[in-house]
């Protein structure tokens, strides 16, 4: 099946850094989410875009949707020992109500 | 409030016993999923339910079945285990005007020996 390109795959960081992080693919799509999943949860929704160029902000988390539609962003300011998980973008195409196409995640780590 | 909750936690099955993954959402939602995680492939929709009374396949439905029971339930069912469905299995939720941001319950890890 069909998945987004979301690099990196792992982020090894000091805390107090900044992160940053993406997803890109082939297709447009109309809808992009940011979801964190810590070990043993299920994962939990960050951000949410709906509009293309848009930039939204949750706490120390950035997102913005990718002008062309293909891509979207995430970035995090000053990390805490508690941003480590693994971050997964998810997109809704134009031709779905109910279908995400997600991401295989990017693992943060705090350097110790 | 407890959102989606999901039962049993953990299980362990041998080959081609049967067996009913439970999800039960206090939000309201009308729309509820089933999703299977394995490692470095993200999340795959295996069933969704868009509303009370309907069911579709998602991206991996072959050796699932699904029961929406009412709007709050939403059963997933393997008939024959089989090893290639080890796996953690979501359940989540949305409501109708924001069908797009989903709400997850906790997982079932499933081994299938």
């Known amino acids: 099946g069909q998945q987004l390109n979301q690099s990196p795959q792992s982020m090894f960081i000091q805390e107090g850094e900044d992160v940053s992080m993406n997803c890109t693919s082939s297709?447009?799509?109309?809808?992009w989410l940011w979801y964190k999943q810590d070990p043993g949860e299920g994962p939990v929704l960050l951000i949410a875009?709906?509009?293309a160029g848009e930039l939204t902000s949750n706490g120390r988390l950035t997102a913005q949707f990718g002008i062309t539609r293909k891509d979207s962003f995430l970035n995090i300011s000053a990390s805490i020992p508690s941003d480590v998980g693994i971050y997964f973008c998810?997109?809704?195409?134009?031709?779905?109500?109910?279908?995400?196409?997600w991401g295989a995640g990017t693992k943060l780590i705090i350097k110790p | 409030n407890a959102g989606v909750t999901q039962t049993p936690k953990f299980q362990v099955l041998k080959t081609g016993q049967s067996m009913t993954l439970q999800c039960a959402q206090d939000?309201?939602?009308?729309?509820m999923y089933w999703y299977r995680q394995d490692p470095g492939m993200g999340l795959r929709l295996i069933y969704y339910?868009?509303?009370?009374?309907?069911?579709d396949k998602g991206e991996v439905p072959n050796g699932y079945n699904v029961s929406r029971l009412n709007k709050r339930e939403f059963s997933l069912r393997l008939e024959s285990a089989a090893p290639s469905q080890t796996s953690v299995y979501f359940c989540?939720?949305?409501?109708?005007?924001?069908?797009?941001?989903?709400?997850f319950g906790p997982g079932t890890r499933l081994t299938v020996t």
């Open positions: 989540a939720s949305s409501s109708r005007g924001s069908s797009y941001e989903q709400y």
């Open positions: 939000m309201n939602h009308n729309s």
């Open positions: 339910s868009a509303s009370e009374g309907t069911t």
């Open positions: 297709s447009i799509f109309n809808t």
């Open positions: 875009l709906y509009k």
């Open positions: 998810a997109g809704l195409r134009p031709d779905s109500n109910y279908q995400l196409i």
